[in-house]
């Protein structure tokens, strides 16, 4: 089994595969799980959604998911946001001050894929630390924390990621979440939780999200990743912080008036969806074991706990983009995620047919190139 570094030091979607509108439609698209398209019950709901202007707080299906959310991560209070990477920049927001520093993991979604907007906005410094499967322990982050000085900039907050994405969607054992959260606690620091496939953990680790999250200050959770809705994010957390998030929301621009359109669509993915999430789990995990047969091919089928799978092609002869432009070719569509790494992604637009497919793509566009060396 593999067990090397993957994806350092080069986290970024290397090349992203932007695709014409009508080979996406044919193709087995495992780009990632946000280009899922609403189901037909999401877009009877969107049609027959009551609506209001949410800026004022009148939608009543904005309302109603938000209720939802936080009823079922037992919260106080939750918020719905256009996008997760505006829902963490909001918490980052509201948790610290301009100078602060971040801790969070180095490939985190935070540090490496939203536009460096916790400086550009929040005007605070990530403090980053490496580890290969992505999970955070205490030991880990409390040599980053920052002595009360008058010199150094100080430790504003932590943010954790549950599944971690770029670590291939590995999962935090609640029992390591909690000792974090309650050494930050200890610490007079707030924790927050990118937690854009936290429904793909719960899966994973047979425990509510409400268990999981319970000890973290703040929550994101996305809509639009696994559980297949078109637009949105829920921020969670207790009366105050959502309070002054609906103010960091319109500051940002992310007040969407008439949005239960779109709040309606996230019911059903909130309702419906994690039920049927073990089905992309499992084809993550046939696609990991098929392409592990491949020569050239290294996967760490340890780290493939969700729906994510990062895998190693440096021994094909070829980099990450020219295998996923050979794949484009055959209409399967997968993101290199560094040099020699390709990431692929189950969803619910993903069938195991079409996990099928992508492996007969990959083993017909990798054989011939180690026959050639
Ligand atoms: N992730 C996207 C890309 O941005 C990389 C993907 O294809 O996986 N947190 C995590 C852990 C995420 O993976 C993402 C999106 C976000 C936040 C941001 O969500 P959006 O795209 O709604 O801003």
Same mark, same amino acid.
């Given at each position: 089994m593999y067990s090397g570094n !993957?994806? *350092?030091?080069? &986290? /970024? =979607? /290397?090349r992203p595969a932007s695709v014409s509108l009508a080979a996406a439609q044919f193709a087995v698209d495992l780009r990632s799980d946000t280009v899922t398209r609403p189901t037909p019950e999401m877009r009877e709901a969107m049609f027959h959604a009551v609506v209001g202007d949410d800026v004022y707080g009148e939608d009543p299906t904005v309302n109603l998911l938000q209720s939802r959310a936080a009823e079922i991560f037992h919260r106080e209070a939750a918020l719905f946001v256009p996008s997760g990477s505006m829902g963490n920049l909001i918490a980052i927001q509201v948790w610290t001050r301009h100078g602060h520093e971040v801790i969070c993991e180095e490939r985190g979604h935070i540090h490496q894929? /939203?536009?460096g907007s916790i400086s550009a906005i929040a005007g605070c410094m990530p403090r980053t630390t490496y580890i290969d499967d992505g999970i955070l322990t205490w030991e880990l982050i409390e040599p980053l924390l920052r002595p009360k000085s008058r010199y150094a900039a100080q430790t504003g907050l932590i943010s954790l990621e549950n599944s971690h994405n770029m670590a291939g969607g590995t999962v935090y054992p609640c029992e390591i979440a909690e000792e974090i959260c309650d050494r930050a606690h200890e610490n007079g620091l707030p924790v927050h939780l990118d937690g854009a496939r936290i429904f793909n953990a719960s899966v994973a680790l047979g425990r509510g999200v409400a268990e999981l999250t319970g000890k973290f200050d703040s929550v994101m959770f996305c !809509? +639009?990743?696994? !559980?297949? &809705?078109p637009v949105g994010s829920l921020l969670l957390g207790s009366h105050e912080f959502i309070d002054k998030a609906r103010t960091a929301r319109k500051l940002l621009g992310g007040g969407m008036r008439q949005a239960g359109i779109l709040a309606a669509a996230g019911l059903v993915a909130l309702e419906k969806s994690p039920a049927r999430l073990h089905e992309d789990h499992a084809n993550a995990r046939y696609l990991a074991e098929g392409l592990s047969q491949l020569p050239g091919v290294r996967v760490d =089928? &340890?780290?493939?706990?969700?729906n994510i799978v990062i895998f190693d092609? +440096?021994?094909? +002869? *070829?980099s990450a983009a020219e295998l996923s432009a050979a794949l484009e070719k055959r209409q399967i569509l997968a993101n290199a995620t560094g040099k020699f790494a390709l990431r692929m992604v189950t969803h619910c637009d993903v069938d195991r047919a079409g996990i099928d497919r992508a492996l007969a793509a990959f083993r017909e566009i990798a054989a011939p190139h180690i026959a050639d060396r």
């Amino acid at each position: 089994m593999y067990s090397g570094n !993957l994806t *350092r030091p080069s &986290a /970024e =979607l /290397e090349r992203p595969a932007s695709v014409s509108l009508a080979a996406a439609q044919f193709a087995v698209d495992l780009r990632s799980d946000t280009v899922t398209r609403p189901t037909p019950e999401m877009r009877e709901a969107m049609f027959h959604a009551v609506v209001g202007d949410d800026v004022y707080g009148e939608d009543p299906t904005v309302n109603l998911l938000q209720s939802r959310a936080a009823e079922i991560f037992h919260r106080e209070a939750a918020l719905f946001v256009p996008s997760g990477s505006m829902g963490n920049l909001i918490a980052i927001q509201v948790w610290t001050r301009h100078g602060h520093e971040v801790i969070c993991e180095e490939r985190g979604h935070i540090h490496q894929f /939203e536009m460096g907007s916790i400086s550009a906005i929040a005007g605070c410094m990530p403090r980053t630390t490496y580890i290969d499967d992505g999970i955070l322990t205490w030991e880990l982050i409390e040599p980053l924390l920052r002595p009360k000085s008058r010199y150094a900039a100080q430790t504003g907050l932590i943010s954790l990621e549950n599944s971690h994405n770029m670590a291939g969607g590995t999962v935090y054992p609640c029992e390591i979440a909690e000792e974090i959260c309650d050494r930050a606690h200890e610490n007079g620091l707030p924790v927050h939780l990118d937690g854009a496939r936290i429904f793909n953990a719960s899966v994973a680790l047979g425990r509510g999200v409400a268990e999981l999250t319970g000890k973290f200050d703040s929550v994101m959770f996305c !809509l +639009s990743k696994g !559980l297949g &809705a078109p637009v949105g994010s829920l921020l969670l957390g207790s009366h105050e912080f959502i309070d002054k998030a609906r103010t960091a929301r319109k500051l940002l621009g992310g007040g969407m008036r008439q949005a239960g359109i779109l709040a309606a669509a996230g019911l059903v993915a909130l309702e419906k969806s994690p039920a049927r999430l073990h089905e992309d789990h499992a084809n993550a995990r046939y696609l990991a074991e098929g392409l592990s047969q491949l020569p050239g091919v290294r996967v760490d =089928l &340890a780290k493939v706990q969700t729906n994510i799978v990062i895998f190693d092609v +440096s021994d094909t +002869s *070829r980099s990450a983009a020219e295998l996923s432009a050979a794949l484009e070719k055959r209409q399967i569509l997968a993101n290199a995620t560094g040099k020699f790494a390709l990431r692929m992604v189950t969803h619910c637009d993903v069938d195991r047919a079409g996990i099928d497919r992508a492996l007969a793509a990959f083993r017909e566009i990798a054989a011939p190139h180690i026959a050639d060396r």
